[in-house]
Each structure stands twice: as structure tokens, then as C-alpha cells.
């Protein structure tokens, strides 16, 4: 449920228009939207937030994983893409509200990444533990 409140939250917040993200981490210089920059506390307040509780949700969830039927080198990759997608999207959010606005498309790239993943790894965890045994 906590997947389905952010990107509702995502949905709500930027409509998953990267225009809107760059506005809503940038700011805006247009004086008909009063858009201000995302300070640089609270970026790092949600990061703290997320940097503690996501990698430990993945890590747990890589744990059940592992007890799938998956061969062992598919559990490899998706459990490295699942942190990896995770990084990158943390990586993303700074470097475009500090080095440049090209790199809303990294964040992009990270949730292709992370949520097809995320959703495989919860489904067949949930299918190898409760239907199979």
C-alpha cells in the first residue's frame, strides 16, 4: 500500500509531467506561477526519510525473494536493479535541483527501472510463498 500512496502522491504532486517536476525542484521563473526552488533542508530531511526506510523495505523484500523459485542469477540482477533504481532516483532528484534540469529524465529511467522490478519481486514472492506450497 505504501507503493500505491507514492504514486498517488507523485500523481497528485506532478501529474508524472517532468516539466512539472523540474518546476516543482527548480522553481520557476515565470511570474505567473509563484513556484520557489526546493530547499535545500528539505530535500535532505525526505532523502534522510527515504535513504533509511526504502533500502530496508528492499532489503527484506530481496530476503523473501530469494526464497523463490527464480534461478539465482535472475534474483541477482533484479534485487541490483532494485537498489540501483533506487539510487539513481535519489541521485537524480539532487543533481537536477543542483547541476542541471536534463537530469528529471534520470529520474525517469529510475522508476522504469524500480517499479517493474519491485512489483515482479512482491508478486512472485508472494505467489512461490502462499499459492505454491
Given at each position: 500500500?505504501?507503493?500505491?500512496?507514492?504514486?498517488?502522491?507523485?500523481?497528485?504532486?506532478?501529474?508524472?509531467?517532468?516539466?512539472?517536476?523540474?518546476?516543482?525542484?527548480?522553481?520557476?521563473?515565470?511570474?505567473?506561477?509563484?513556484?520557489?526552488?526546493?530547499?535545500?533542508?528539505?530535500?535532505?530531511?525526505?532523502?534522510?526519510?527515504?535513504?533509511?526506510?526504502?533500502?530496508?523495505?528492499?532489503?527484506?523484500?530481496?530476503?523473501?525473494?530469494?526464497?523463490t523459485q527464480v534461478s539465482?542469477?535472475?534474483?541477482?540482477?533484479?534485487?541490483?536493479?532494485?537498489?540501483?533504481?533506487?539510487?539513481?532516483?535519489?541521485?537524480?532528484?539532487w543533481s537536477l535541483r543542483?547541476?542541471?534540469?536534463?537530469?528529471?529524465?534520470?529520474?525517469?529511467?529510475?522508476?522504469?527501472?524500480?517499479?517493474?522490478?519491485?512489483?515482479?519481486?512482491?508478486?512472485?514472492?508472494?505467489?512461490?510463498?502462499?499459492?505454491?506450497?
Amino acid at each position: 500500500s505504501g507503493y500505491i500512496i507514492a504514486i498517488l502522491q507523485g500523481l497528485e504532486h506532478t501529474s508524472f509531467n517532468t516539466d512539472k517536476v523540474v518546476k516543482e525542484y527548480r522553481g520557476s521563473d515565470n511570474t505567473d506561477e509563484l513556484a520557489f526552488p526546493k530547499p535545500y533542508r528539505e530535500i535532505l530531511q525526505n532523502t534522510h526519510a527515504h535513504a533509511l526506510s526504502i533500502p530496508l523495505v528492499y532489503f527484506l523484500l530481496s530476503l523473501l525473494f530469494l526464497g523463490t523459485q527464480v534461478s539465482q542469477k535472475a534474483k541477482s540482477i533484479l534485487i541490483a536493479l532494485l537498489f540501483l533504481g533506487f539510487f539513481l532516483e535519489y541521485l537524480s532528484l539532487w543533481s537536477l535541483r543542483y547541476i542541471h534540469t536534463g537530469f528529471v529524465n534520470l529520474s525517469v529511467v529510475s522508476h522504469v527501472i524500480s517499479a517493474p522490478v519491485y512489483i515482479f519481486m512482491c508478486v512472485r514472492s508472494l505467489w512461490d510463498t502462499c499459492v505454491r506450497r
